[in-house]
């Protein structure tokens, strides 16, 4: 079973910078549009970043000029560059992609277990 694996979370001060990445745990046919979500407390999931499989991006309001996200298409990999952290961007962040594990299989949605992110001083 294909799991995807975050990396690069804890603790910064406010203003700081983190830089998370998540990649299959194995070698897949196939991946297609990849994102991460956060969640907070008493919160939904919400989207923060999503990059497509052209490299097409999208940005939730509240990240814009803050966070980057960016693919390495040849690791599957996506990170998400995150400066001037604020406490309001502590949450449990996801790692999401739309994959085919072989080429008999369909495109189907993985999440990661989710790293945490604390903004504090």
């Known amino acids: 079973q294909v799991q995807l694996v975050e990396s690069g979370g804890g603790l910064v001060q406010p203003g700081g910078s983190l830089r998370l990445s998540c990649a299959p745990s194995?070698?897949?046919?196939?991946?297609?549009?990849m994102g991460w979500y956060r969640q907070a407390p008493g919160k939904e999931r919400d989207l923060v970043a999503a990059?497509?499989?052209?490299?097409?991006?999208n940005y939730a309001d509240s990240v814009k000029g803050r966070f980057t996200i960016s693919r390495d298409s040849a690791k599957n990999t996506v990170y998400l560059q995150m400066n001037s952290l604020k406490p309001e961007d502590t949450a449990v962040y996801y790692c999401?992609?739309?994959?085919?594990?072989?080429?008999?299989?369909?495109?189907?949605?993985?999440w990661g277990q989710g790293t945490q992110v604390t903004v504090s001083s």
């Open positions: 990059i497509t499989s052209g490299g097409s991006t």
């Open positions: 194995r070698s897949i046919f196939s991946i297609n549009d």
């Open positions: 999401n992609a739309r994959l085919r594990t072989t080429v008999w299989t369909n495109w189907n949605n993985y």
